[in-house]
């Protein structure tokens, strides 16, 4: 270790996120290495190791001859301090080798609020944060995730985006990257190769223009690159990597526990949900197989809780066969297996409670919206009798705790929508009063809002998000509305729901305000304690734009959309038809009762969903 790590470490909180050295890290010999791949995480080591992503991406690429992907993850300010004090560049954790002394850089983005993390771990590396900048063939920096599906305020500071599932892609562009290193290739001769590559979008291809009032004119590719670059997906879920053995923390993560994808992609058509839209379609893996995934990852780390995981757990067909074939071992070592995502219109508290194996934990339903009307239009395909049934059968088998999700500011949404989330609250008290068995123990309803965000490749991508003091003003009209001490509320905070919105669906002149945001001081946005509304306004007014241009206005059916260029595979036609249902109030079933059409199977090599 450097020596100056050895002194700073004591004066900086939770100094083991900054050490390696974890149970099944790979460290190779660099010898027999000729590609260096430095995986980042743009936040905190709990939150990144917490990533089933960065985990199967890791462990791929180390399987890989010749390649050596290590970790690397945001500092938190305290440490930073440190580093900048002493001149410690960023440094990736297996080797403590410097960031900037490998050969491709990749960040793995699924919330906006933590681009200016970017950057400043760019900064830290002492790599200049410009692709432009950046003109030798290394170091290459490339970026994916759920939020790379409008890339372009990243355009600036990106070589290149890789969109979709990274398994087949990431492997691809390394072997490029090899060729092109060997060859003597130049950075603009690897890039032009990269745009050849299914999935891969490079944005210093593409000439975007502006109307006078300052909406996309047009996005234009430069040497013959695609038009369009849809997403990659992994064909077979039974053929894909999964990390039975995986780092095993030394310090305490947000999830530290065996997380078992059981399928990608979601059924619903729940109208706001980018997920449930990008992820799409279908693939399950194999019941057998996770069985044995999931029984040698417990083998293999020694972890006593395991959590099944999916867009909507309950949704896997074969759920109950998987989950017998998982408790014979789980029960005789007493690990507990988890169910999130579960819907309240197919809820089974049958295996719930065997599962629980007699713990009583909170229960939690997404209802959305408070009214029919409302849940119809995001189509959530959810009634009030769905949620009301599956919390008398939980009060009858003894839980008493039950947490509702609901959203503000959804489209069309009225004072009445939410004067009724109150109603559905007391609904669910009184259904407890009528059918626990225990009532010593009284109940507990906490009921959490969040602000509606519009996000690209939604029904809803044209949709404007309410501004902060109408959000404002609808809690406090819920918080009114609400009149029992067992009801509970809490609200998401308004101001970074906000920025989020306007980097969601911004285009590439945010760019500037994401560097001035930062130099600003802007970093780690998604943490409360340091975002700060009022540095980001600045950096707004000091490059002339106006955030409520990308956050509070409806956008019309023609308008050239900022990733207009990206394709998740679902089709714009089918997005804009949603949105039509929606305001006529017409729901969409789910693909499993019929194909809805929404071009998503075209991917799947044949045509059809796992569904």
């Given at each position: 270790m450097?020596?100056?790590?050895?002194?700073i470490?004591?004066r900086?909180?939770?100094p083991?996120?900054?050490?390696?050295?974890?149970?099944?890290?790979?460290?190779?010999?660099?010898?027999?290495?000729?590609?260096?791949f430095a995986?980042?995480?743009?936040d905190?080591?709990?939150?990144?190791?917490?990533?089933?992503?960065?985990?199967i991406?890791y462990?791929?690429?180390?399987?890989?001859?010749?390649?050596?992907?290590?970790?690397?993850?945001?500092?938190?300010?305290?440490?930073?301090?440190?580093m900048?004090r002493?001149d410690?560049?960023?440094?990736a954790?297996?080797?403590?080798?410097a960031?900037g002394?490998?050969d491709?850089?990749g960040?793995?983005?699924g919330?906006?609020?933590a681009f200016t993390n970017v950057?400043?771990?760019?900064?830290?590396?002492?790599?200049p944060?410009?692709a432009a900048?950046?003109?030798?063939?290394?170091p290459?920096?490339?970026?994916?995730?759920?939020a790379c599906?409008?890339?372009e305020?990243?355009a600036?500071?990106?070589?290149l985006?890789?969109l979709?599932d990274?398994?087949?892609?990431?492997?691809e562009?390394?072997?490029?990257?090899?060729?092109?290193?060997a060859?003597?290739?130049?950075k603009g001769?690897?890039?032009?190769a990269?745009?050849e590559?299914?999935?891969?979008?490079?944005?210093?291809?593409?000439?975007?223009?502006?109307?006078?009032d300052?909406?996309?004119?047009?996005?234009?590719?430069?040497d013959?690159?695609r038009?369009?670059?849809?997403?990659?997906?992994?064909?077979?879920m039974?053929?894909?990597y999964?990390?039975?053995?995986?780092?095993?923390?030394?310090?305490?993560?947000?999830?530290?526990?065996?997380t078992?994808e059981?399928?990608?992609?979601?059924i619903?058509g729940?109208?706001?949900c980018?997920a449930g839209?990008?992820?799409?379609?279908?693939?399950?893996?194999s019941k057998d197989l996770?069985?044995r995934?999931?029984i040698e990852?417990?083998?293999?780390?020694?972890?006593?809780?395991?959590?099944l995981?999916s867009l909507?757990?309950?949704?896997?067909?074969?759920?109950?066969?998987?989950c017998?074939?998982l408790?014979?071992?789980?029960?005789?070592k007493?690990i507990?297996?988890?169910l999130?995502?579960?819907?309240?219109d197919?809820?089974?508290?049958e295996?719930?409670?065997?599962l629980?194996?007699?713990r009583?934990?909170g229960?939690?339903?997404?209802p959305?919206?408070?009214?029919?009307?409302?849940r119809?239009v995001i189509?959530?395909?959810?009634?009030e009798d769905?949620?009301?049934?599956?919390c008398?059968?939980?009060?009858?088998?003894g839980?008493?705790a039950v947490?509702l999700?609901?959203?503000?500011?959804?489209?069309?949404e009225?004072d009445e929508?939410?004067?009724?989330i109150?109603?559905?609250?007391?609904?669910?008290?009184?259904?407890w009063r009528e059918y626990?068995q225990d009532?010593?123990?009284?109940?507990?309803?906490?009921?959490?809002?969040s602000?509606f965000?519009p996000?690209?490749?939604?029904?809803?991508?044209?949709?404007?998000?309410?501004?902060?003091?109408?959000y404002?003003?609808?809690?406090?009209l819920?918080r009114d509305?609400i009149?029992t001490?067992?009801?509970?509320?809490?609200?998401?905070?308004?101001?970074?729901s906000?920025?989020?919105?306007?980097?969601?669906?911004?285009?590439?002149?945010?760019?500037r305000?994401?560097?001035?945001?930062?130099r600003?001081g802007?970093?780690?946005d998604?943490?409360?304690?340091y975002?700060?509304?009022?540095t980001w306004?600045d950096?707004f007014?000091?490059?002339?734009?106006?955030p409520?241009?990308?956050?509070n206005?409806?956008r019309?059916?023609?308008?050239?959309?900022?990733?207009?260029?990206?394709?998740?595979?679902?089709s714009?036609a089918?997005?804009?038809?949603?949105?039509?249902?929606a305001y006529?109030?017409?729901?969409t079933?789910?693909?499993?009762?019929?194909?809805?059409?929404?071009?998503?199977?075209?991917l799947?090599?044949?045509?059809?969903c796992?569904?």
């Amino acid at each position: 270790m450097d020596k100056r790590l050895e002194r700073i470490l004591p004066r900086v909180q939770k100094p083991a996120r900054y050490v390696g050295g974890e149970y099944r890290q790979v460290v190779k010999d660099k010898a027999e290495v000729d590609v260096r791949f430095a995986f980042c995480f743009p936040d905190t080591y709990e939150i990144g190791m917490s990533n089933l992503g960065v985990r199967i991406l890791y462990g791929m690429m180390n399987e890989m001859p010749g390649v050596w992907c290590e970790r690397v993850f945001a500092p938190w300010p305290d440490m930073e301090e440190e580093m900048r004090r002493a001149d410690i560049p960023l440094y990736a954790l297996e080797s403590g080798d410097a960031v900037g002394a490998f050969d491709m850089i990749g960040f793995s983005l699924g919330y906006e609020m933590a681009f200016t993390n970017v950057l400043n771990m760019l900064d830290l590396a002492h790599i200049p944060l410009h692709a432009a900048e950046r003109t030798e063939l290394t170091p290459i920096v490339l970026a994916g995730g759920t939020a790379c599906y409008n890339p372009e305020p990243l355009a600036d500071f990106i070589d290149l985006f890789s969109l979709g599932d990274g398994e087949d892609v990431t492997a691809e562009l390394i072997a490029l990257y090899r060729k092109g290193k060997a060859e003597g290739w130049s950075k603009g001769q690897f890039l032009r190769a990269a745009a050849e590559l299914d999935g891969v979008y490079v944005p210093s291809l593409y000439d975007v223009t502006y109307h006078d009032d300052g909406t996309v004119a047009a996005i234009t590719p430069r040497d013959g690159v695609r038009p369009t670059v849809t997403k990659r997906i992994v064909q077979d879920m039974d053929r894909a990597y999964f990390p039975v053995k995986t780092i095993v923390p030394s310090t305490e993560i947000v999830n530290d526990r065996v997380t078992l994808e059981l399928f990608r992609g979601c059924i619903r058509g729940c109208r706001f949900c980018q997920a449930g839209y990008v992820y799409r379609p279908v693939r399950n893996r194999s019941k057998d197989l996770l069985v044995r995934y999931g029984i040698e990852s417990l083998q293999d780390s020694g972890y006593q809780e395991m959590t099944l995981s999916s867009l909507s757990t309950s949704d896997y067909p074969p759920l109950n066969d998987l989950c017998d074939g998982l408790m014979d071992y789980c029960e005789e070592k007493k690990i507990h297996l988890s169910l999130p995502s579960l819907r309240a219109d197919n809820f089974s508290m049958e295996l719930q409670q065997r599962l629980a194996r007699g713990r009583k934990v909170g229960l939690t339903f997404a209802p959305e919206a408070g009214s029919q009307r409302l849940r119809d239009v995001i189509n959530k395909n959810l009634t009030e009798d769905d949620l009301l049934q599956s919390c008398r059968i939980a009060f009858e088998g003894g839980w008493n705790a039950v947490k509702l999700y609901f959203m503000l500011g959804l489209p069309t949404e009225t004072d009445e929508d939410i004067v009724d989330i109150a109603k559905i609250a007391a609904h669910v008290v009184h259904t407890w009063r009528e059918y626990a068995q225990d009532k010593r123990r009284g109940v507990t309803v906490t009921v959490s809002t969040s602000w509606f965000v519009p996000k690209p490749h939604t029904a809803f991508q044209w949709e404007a998000q309410i501004t902060k003091e109408e959000y404002e003003r609808r809690v406090q009209l819920l918080r009114d509305s609400i009149r029992t001490k067992s009801v509970s509320y809490k609200w998401h905070d308004s101001d970074t729901s906000f920025l989020e919105a306007v980097l969601s669906r911004g285009d590439r002149r945010l760019g500037r305000v994401l560097e001035t945001a930062w130099r600003k001081g802007a970093k780690m946005d998604a943490w409360q304690d340091y975002y700060r509304l009022e540095t980001w306004q600045d950096a707004f007014s000091a490059c002339g734009l106006d955030p409520a241009f990308y956050a509070n206005r409806v956008r019309t059916k023609d308008e050239v959309l900022p990733w207009s260029v990206i394709s998740s595979g679902v089709s714009t036609a089918f997005l804009w038809r949603e949105r039509e249902r929606a305001y006529q109030g017409v729901t969409t079933p789910d693909c499993r009762g019929q194909c809805s059409g929404c071009g998503a199977n075209r991917l799947v090599e044949g045509g059809k969903c796992d569904v």
